[in-house]
């Protein structure tokens, strides 16, 4: 009675893991448990158990104890105990890739692979293909072959799936079993089928003439396994995407019939499947969408929870490629959205979003007002996005939606939840001028009870930065000093640098905060009282030069570079100061946007690094590149060769002051071919010298490797903008494409020719975002400053928008004040950029542009370099 009433409270508290609290020491001293004789199966099966727990609860084993633990396992073979030996299969997948000579089982593993008894047999293939490689493949292929067309389903199917993924290490060897592969497709189990058909789609994706013959092969029959026509119509619908077939020809297609046939399937998967692919495929008509579409809404009234969710998803993903289609299941959506399962809802939701219309805003948002009460916060944050593309597309609508986001702001919720309204207020802030003053006054309103550190900096800094070109700048003066009053020392030394902001950009405001500045100057914490000091000396000195230089527009230097280059001066001498001017200055990093809704994860979000970050440590292995200074910037790889060439090559063109540096990624697609004295040959063109060549020493198959070419830019500006010559030359060795060794010393020299290179303006032009454009131009109207100007005809845009991007691509500027985008019905437009050419030259840029018959542009440009500012300009005509 006792234990009843004990195993009931243990009930009553919950589940428990019998696991939680195991220590790998103790674990680990157990295993001496399988070398006692006669085995105990229900003991040495409990003490697996835990190991391969401690393994997938990521606890690490080095190879001394992943080894020890594999020899004591090998022991427990001796017993006939069935579900002990697939115990023991699993661990030996597990500890494959740790411990030391694990090829000692191979042949217990065979003779299981090869026996009688069935319920060993797939384990043991899997658990031997775990640790063999294309070395010791050649001596179980036979074995291979014949449980690949094996007459139990489990065996076959474990077969083929370890083929699969003994492709990529052994793909050669794997290509010899096709026929098998091919003999399995005929199997009456829907699984193998599945798997076969998988494992011959990858033996031969390579050579497309065959995945044509046997996608074409497939559609004339009927495939019992509904999981292989479901593969079976992705690998069609690759095929019509390489092929690109316009939408006249696309109905007529056989693979297109085959697709469009499966939305009459008995299985509700491969109609889904079908009816997916269709709304996915670029080439495609409203006659074609709409079998497709109707699927999907007779799918959102399914009474299965799944179904509902596969079509809205789908729904939702193409909800703008297609917004009139999916608009005429607007009436299923809205009935979803008080669906149980809340992850339907909230789909349902963001895709009304996406395609309602601008009157039924309103509406929208008392739908959803009720229902964004009742779920988490990870569902809010996919309606939040919701929103904010809502905004986008609707900037009149700016009103309504930044009061239902400041509700949301005052409920309670995560910092991740937070985050992401914050975010979302200051996207419309920076993109609907209109928006501004509203935005700003839920941000204060926010910051006085916000309990989030990194969101009452994040909100000063917005403020520091808007408010002193808003209206009325005096109002936000409050609520930063209460932070200096009431918060921690972070937001108190945030709120300092957003009051020195507004005494800088602000003349009538600048007594009052030298008042409020001179009173932090008492404050208990040092960060706080050195920033206080440091401002009010700038503001003190009155020179407006100061203030634009070390509060307007401070130029942000690449922290990870400058943390790279504190360390190396301290390792250094030290007999010289440090120099700041080396560290690169920050570039504009735009955050990745993730088009999945539903890919919402509480992981940490990782840092946000520019190009020339990710370079730096690669060039910083360079012989002598410190003498050619700071990294200006670092271009997008260029592609230099087609993608299916024998060898594929890339280029990054990293600008320095006075030198550019090549970076050349090459790849070499030949198995039988080992490159070495890898190079890139250029033809320079005049005023430009070669510094150097730095050769990749060797190119094994399939492997990426990086040569270098280190060139001089020409002294005068204007002839920088050039055309490169390229040819890769190398020494070929042929080589086992088995083991990519070379067969012998002796190579021979070769050639390949590349495509052209190209160095342009936007190369050595790193974009700037000015805060208050205005500003800086009147500024730079002085004799320090020289201006070009020019007025051209763009014949070969039509609209406004187009000449816009094509100015801010051909020049590599910022643009500033959200001039990037043109408003609708305007025939005059004005573009402001700004940006920094190598060397640290200044440019400002105003586009005038008019629209009539054609598109006029008067170019201004202002830099503190003649020859910058005339390059500018003829870059245009």
């Avoid at 727990?53 to 006939?80: H, P």
């Avoid at 990054?652 to 039988?672: G, P, Y």
């Avoid at 025939?827 to 008019?850: D, M």
Wanted: glycine fraction near 4%; charge should be negative; proline fraction near 4%.
């Amino acid at each position: 009675m006792g234990s009843f009433r004990r195993d009931k409270d243990e009930e009553e508290d919950g589940p428990t893991n019998a696991y939680q609290n195991l220590e790998k020491t103790s674990v680990l001293q157990e295993t001496r448990t399988f070398n006692e004789t006669p085995v105990n199966a229900r003991k040495c099966i409990h003490i697996l158990t835990k190991i391969l727990y401690l393994i997938n609860q990521g606890e690490v084993l080095v190879a001394r104890e992943a080894t020890d633990c594999f020899f004591a396992m090998t022991k427990l073979f001796q017993s006939k105990d069935v579900v002990l030996r697939r115990m023991v299969y699993l661990g030996i997948k597990e500890l494959s890739s740790i411990a030391e000579d694990v090829i000692i089982v191979t042949s217990s593993l065979t003779k299981d692979m090869t026996g009688k008894e069935d319920l060993y047999r797939a384990a043991a293939i899997r658990a031997l293909c775990s640790i063999t490689d294309h070395t010791m493949l050649q001596a179980v292929e036979r074995y291979m072959k014949q449980c690949i067309v094996d007459k139990n389903a489990a065996v076959s199917c474990a077969a083929l799936v370890s083929s699969l993924r003994l492709a990529s290490t052994a793909g050669d060897v794997v290509k010899r079993w096709a026929n098998e592969a091919q003999e399995a497709m005929n199997s009456d189990n829907i699984m193998v089928q599945y798997h076969a058909l998988g494992l011959l789609y990858h033996i031969r994706k390579s050579d497309r003439l065959a995945v044509s013959k046997l996608v074409n092969k497939l559609t004339r029959g009927s495939l019992k396994s509904p999981y292989a026509v479901c593969m079976l119509i992705r690998i069609a619908c690759k095929l019509i995407e390489e092929e690109d077939v316009p939408a006249e020809e696309l109905a007529d297609s056989p693979l297109y019939s085959f697709i469009e046939s499966c939305l009459r399937h008995k299985s509700e998967m491969v109609i889904y499947e079908a009816a997916h692919a269709i709304v996915n495929l670029k080439n495609t008509n409203p006659r074609m969408l709409s079998p497709a579409f109707s699927i999907l809404q007779l799918f959102c009234g399914s009474p299965k929870a799944t179904l509902r969710f596969a079509a809205v998803r789908t729904l939702n993903k193409v909800a703008m490629t297609h917004p009139a289609a999916v608009t005429t299941c607007n009436l299923d959506l809205e009935g979803l959205i008080t669906d149980s399962n809340r992850s339907v809802a909230t789909l349902a939701i963001t895709t009304l979003l996406k395609t309602g219309a601008e009157s039924s805003v309103e509406r929208l948002m008392k739908q959803i007002s009720t229902f964004v009460a009742e779920i988490s916060d990870e569902f809010k944050v996919v309606v939040v996005q919701a929103i904010c593309a809502l905004c986008a597309k609707y900037p009149r609508k700016h009103t309504v939606l930044m009061n239902f986001l400041s509700g949301m702001l005052r409920e309670e919720g995560g910092l991740e939840y937070k985050t992401s309204i914050v975010d979302t207020i200051i996207t419309i802030i920076e993109e609907n001028v209109d928006a501004k003053e509203s935005g700003l006054s839920h941000l204060c309103e926010f910051i006085e009870d916000c309990e989030h550190v990194s969101l009452a900096v994040r909100i000063l800094h917005l403020l520091g930065k808007e408010g002193p070109f808003a209206a009325t700048p005096s109002k936000y003066i409050r609520f930063i000093y209460n932070r200096v009053i009431l918060e921690s020392p972070i937001v108190r030394a945030a709120a300092v640098t957003a009051l020195a902001q507004f005494g800088a950009s602000c003349p009538a405001l600048l007594a009052n905060i030298l008042v409020l500045l001179g009173r932090c100057q008492m404050d208990p914490d040092d960060e706080v009282r050195d920033r206080a000091t440091y401002y009010l000396c700038i503001l003190n000195s009155a020179k407006p030069e100061l203030y634009k230089n070390y509060i307007i527009e401070r130029e942000n230097c690449s922290l990870a570079l400058l943390e790279k280059a504190l360390s190396d001066h301290l390792n250094g001498d030290l007999e010289s100061h440090f120099d700041i001017s080396i560290v690169p200055k920050a570039a504009i990093v735009k955050p990745e946007i993730n088009n999945d809704v539903m890919m919402v994860t509480s992981a940490p979000r990782a840092p946000k690094i520019t190009r020339e970050e990710e370079s730096a440590a690669r060039l910083a292995q360079l012989p002598g590149i410190q003498v050619l200074g700071p990294i200006h910037r670092s271009t997008s790889p260029i592609q230099l060769t087609e993608s299916e060439t024998e060898y594929t090559v890339q280029c990054i063109k990293h600008i320095f002051a006075q030198h550019v540096v090549f970076q050349f990624d090459c790849l070499n697609t030949l198995s039988d071919q080992f490159l070495e004295n890898v190079r890139v040959d250029l033809t320079l063109p005049e005023g430009y010298t070669a510094r150097a060549v730095i050769p990749c020493p060797k190119l094994p198959y399939n492997e990426l490797q990086t040569t270098f070419v280190i060139v001089e830019f020409p002294p005068d500006a204007s002839s920088s903008i050039a055309t490169f010559g390229a040819t890769l030359r190398f020494v070929v060795k042929d080589c086992d494409p088995n083991t990519g060794e070379p067969d012998s010393e002796e190579g021979y020299d070769d050639e390949y020719m590349l495509e052209d290179l190209e160095i342009t303006v936007a190369d050595q032009i790193q974009k700037t975002k000015k805060n208050n454009f205005q500003v800086a131009w009147d500024a730079a109207d002085s004799e320090e400053w020289l201006q070009a100007e020019d007025t051209f005809v763009l014949s070969a845009v039509s609209n406004l928008q187009d000449a816009v991007n094509t100015i801010i691509k051909i020049l590599g500027l910022g643009a500033a004040n959200l001039s990037e985008k043109v408003p609708e019905g305007t025939h005059l437009h004005t573009v402001l950029c700004s940006g920094a050419f190598r060397g640290g030259v200044e440019v400002l840029v105003r586009a005038k542009l008019a629209l009539s018959e054609g598109v006029t542009l008067n170019l201004t440009v202002r830099s503190t370099d003649q020859d910058v500012a005339e390059l500018i300009t003829a870059a245009i005509g």
